[in-house]
Nanobody, 129 residues
Framework: QLQLIESGGDLVQPRESLRLSCAVS????????IGWFRQAPGKEREAVSC????????YYPDSMKGRFTISRDNAKKTVYLQMDSLKPDDTAVYYC??????????????????????WGKGTLVTVSS
C-alpha cells in the first residue's frame, strides 16, 4: 500500500527554521516525483516545491524561492523540506504528494490544480510569537 507520512510540523517563532519530512512506503522514490504543498486556513492550496525522485532536480514557484529547500534521500525513502526565516504567513498545513514520474514532470507537479495521485495527511506548521 502506497503511503506518505509527513512529520516535523511544530509551533515556532518568526525567523526560526524548521525541517519537515515526508516518509514514503509502498514505492521507491526513483520512479516518482514528490512535491510539498501547503494550505493556510481560509486560503487555497499552493505549491512550495517539487523534486524528481530519480535525479534530485528541484523546482520552486517564484513565490517560494529563497527560504525553502527540498531534498530527498532515496535510501531512507524520505523527502525533506527545509524552511528558513519563517514568517507568520507560512502558517499552514503542509502536505507531501507523489506522482509517477512517467505521468507528470516534476515542474508540472507544482502547477495548479495540484491533482497529484497520492497525498499524505499533512503536518501543521504554526509561526507565531
Amino acid at each position: 500500500q502506497l503511503q506518505l507520512i509527513e512529520s516535523g510540523g511544530d509551533l515556532v517563532q518568526p525567523r526560526e527554521s524548521l525541517r519537515l519530512s515526508c516518509a514514503v512506503s509502498g514505492f521507491t522514490l526513483d520512479n516518482y516525483v514528490i512535491g510539498w504543498f501547503r494550505q493556510a486556513p481560509g486560503k487555497e492550496r499552493e505549491a512550495v516545491s517539487c523534486i524528481s525522485g530519480s535525479d534530485g532536480k528541484s523546482y520552486y514557484p517564484d513565490s517560494m524561492k529563497g527560504r525553502f529547500t527540498i531534498s530527498r534521500d532515496n535510501a531512507k525513502k524520505t523527502v525533506y523540506l527545509q524552511m528558513d526565516s519563517l514568517k507568520p504567513d507560512d502558517t499552514a498545513v503542509y502536505y507531501c504528494a507523489a506522482d509517477r514520474s512517467h505521468r507528470v514532470h516534476y515542474t508540472r507537479q507544482c502547477d495548479p490544480p495540484y491533482n497529484a495521485e497520492y497525498w499524505g495527511k499533512g503536518t501543521l506548521v504554526t509561526v507565531s510569537s
